[in-house]
């Protein structure tokens, strides 16, 4: 009997991760509170789905897809509220989801391409600072989360100033905004160097099979 892969525990929970998601886009123009909770909620699933794909021997490319694409897709709504709340600062978001958006999905696309298992696999041969930032386990959690930390608490800032920070002078959601937001521009400049990656990677592709093509006409005359 087959294997029903839609219904592997990770995928389960990535399934759940997208339910608490919907949730929090339909609270978070008017309801600060509840849309956080279902929006941390399902960012702290993500910590898991990985875990249990490896724990049960579930990893699947569809839940890798499905990690992925809810990853981008609770980020880039996320920044549209921003946009609502800071319209002056909407041009920026803009070019932030498309940064986000254009890096993940060409740097997926040449991994199809060139045969890899995993968006997460980069060849010793290739750029020093994407190495290191998908082999080290660390380093990917640190930036990803001081990313999403940098949204989430611009978003929070709006509504409050939340607790308190003595030896700060301010409170502690725009203390997060001043020390994520260099680290979430970092992070838009590794995904730059993403792009630029990638690209060299297709032409490369390209210059490859096109000789290929040529070497084989010529055997033909």
């Known amino acids: 009997m087959a294997e029903n892969i839609f219904l592997f525990v990770p995928n389960l929970i990535g399934y759940a991760r997208i339910v608490l998601a919907l949730l929090s886009f339909y609270y978070m123009k008017d309801d600060y509170l509840k849309a956080i909770i279902f929006y941390f909620l399902s960012v702290f699933l993500d910590a898991f ?6 724990i049960l021997d579930q990893s699947t490319r569809f839940g890798s ?7 981008r897709v609770g980020t880039m709504c996320l ?15 803009q070019i932030s989801n498309m940064i986000d958006i254009a890096g993940h999905w060409i740097h997926i696309w040449v991994g199809l ?72 521009l970092l992070k838009h400049i590794i995904t730059l160097i993403q ?27």
């Not at 789905?49 to 490896?54: C, M, N, P, T, V």
């Not at 003595?166 to 997060?176: K, P, V």
Request: aromatic share 14%; hydrophobic share 45%; charged share 20%.
């Open 113 to 184: 391409l060139k045969g890899k298992s995993s968006h997460k696999y980069i060849d010793p041969s290739e750029n020093p600072v994407l190495r290191l930032y998908y082999t080290s386990r660390p380093v990917l959690f640190f930036m990803c989360s001081a990313n999403e930390l940098f949204y989430i608490s611009l978003y929070l800032v709006y509504f409050t100033e939340g607790p308190f920070v003595t030896f700060a002078g301010q409170g502690l959601f725009r203390l997060l905004v001043k020390v994520c937001g260099p680290l979430a």
């Open 79 to 93: 920044t549209m509220i921003l946009g609502l709340l800071y319209p002056e600062y909407i041009f920026l978001f």
């Open 49 to 54: 789905d990985g875990y249990a794909a490896r």
């Open 65 to 71: 897809i499905l990690d992925q694409l809810t990853d």
């Open 195 to 221: 792009v630029v990656a990638a690209c060299m990677n297709i032409a490369a592709l390209d210059v490859s099979e096109r000789d290929v093509a040529r070497q084989s006409t010529e055997k033909n005359k």
